[in-house]
């Protein structure tokens, strides 16, 4: 019985003795590099060491605490942002909500499932000629993503863009006008992502998010809206593409049938991008469902006083209607 009790006595003090690290074995240990663990430091992100006669020396905290703002600078945060959270933590209001929120933020807006495919493959649905240019455009547009190790086989974060590519290639669309029109697509759909994300943090996510860093019951809500709003995006891009096909194919194939239709420019319209400040002035001044109607009457409003002043500067010299020259 002794010595199964000195033996338990033995286990639990080896059980809490903490491991200590030096800053070499810290940076091995947590991926980064000694001289950003003492930037981290300078810049009150990481505790300082204690003191052990001429040796700094670090714990498990220092290494948990490493992991974190790698984990947070994974996750797009900068390093003013992740102090900030960091001394939340450190008070007591605790990380939790905020990772749960970063976490549904940084999940996949899609069902769709990453593929591979092989370079034999790839040349095989292209037509079977192999073709360098292409793949170096498709990797820098991140439809292709080489894999570590493996020459010959690349992930497909997307299959169904990869299809796509396919079809038009099958349908005569050279492969660098395919990529032209992806970077020129992407431009567009990341133009609609911002303002759709400026839209709902406006009406929506201002009110958790509006101290930083948010409160752990805050950032839950806001994570739990993200969940509810996240197809919503989506869903009105695809009704409004659907639409928008249905309207300009329609008018495309009438202008193709009929080549003397003249095709009238005053029926297309143009997105004009406005600072955020001007549009929340607009909104408060005539409401959210006339802000386009607004706009449009203000500028034509313009350009026709621009207009009138323009004539009259013209017609100065010119003599007003109905005035008689002395000696008539």
């Known amino acids: 019985m002794k010595v199964q009790a000195a033996t338990a006595r033995h286990d639990a003090s080896r059980r809490t003795v903490s491991v200590e690290y030096r800053i070499e074995d810290l940076a091995h240990h947590s991926g980064a590099t000694v001289r950003t663990i003492r930037a981290y430091q300078d810049r009150g992100l990481l505790p300082r060491p204690e003191r052990r006669g001429r040796s700094n020396v670090y714990g498990e905290s220092h290494l948990a605490r490493l992991r974190q703002i790698a984990d947070l600078l994974d996750r797009g945060y900068t390093l003013a942002s992740i102090k900030e959270l960091l001394e939340a933590w450190d008070t007591g209001r605790g990380l939790g909500g905020v990772l749960g929120l970063a976490a549904e933020v940084d999940g996949p807006w899609t069902d769709e499932k990453a593929d ?3 370079r034999a493959e790839l040349d095989a649905a292209f037509g079977g000629v192999p073709d360098e240019a292409a793949v170096a455009d498709a990797v820098a547009l991140g439809v292709l993503e080489p894999v570590a190790g493996r020459e010959d086989e690349f992930l497909v974060p997307s299959p169904q863009e990869l299809a796509v590519a396919v079809e038009l290639h099958a349908a005569g669309v050279p492969l660098s006008a395919i990529a032209a029109h992806l970077r020129e697509l992407r431009g567009q759909v990341e133009h609609i992502a911002s303002r759709f994300l400026d839209f709902t943090t406006e009406h929506v996510f201002a009110r ?10 805050d950032a839950a809500e806001a994570a739990s809206l993200v969940r509810r709003l996240r ?10 593409l659907a639409r928008a096909m249905r309207l300009f194919a329609t008018r495309h194939l009438r202008q ?8 009238s420019h005053d029926e ?8 955020a400040s001007t549009m929340r002035a607009v909104r408060k001044l005539v409401g959210e469902g006339n802000v386009a109607a607004f706009i449009a009457a203000a500028a034509e409003r313009e350009v026709q006083a621009r207009t009138l002043d323009t004539l009259a500067s013209k017609g100065v010299d010119a003599p007003i ?5 002395c000696g008539a």
């Not at 297309?268 to 600072?275: C, G, I, K």
């Open 321 to 325: 209607i109905g005035q008689t020259t």
């Open 208 to 217: 958790y998010l509006g101290h930083r860093p948010p409160t752990e019951a």
């Open 256 to 263: 193709q049938l009929d080549p003397e239709q003249v095709p």
């Open 231 to 240: 197809p919503l995006a989506q869903q009105s891009v695809d009704a409004e």
């Open 268 to 275: 297309e319209t143009q997105s004009v991008r406005l600072p």
């Open 116 to 118: 591979r495919i092989t």
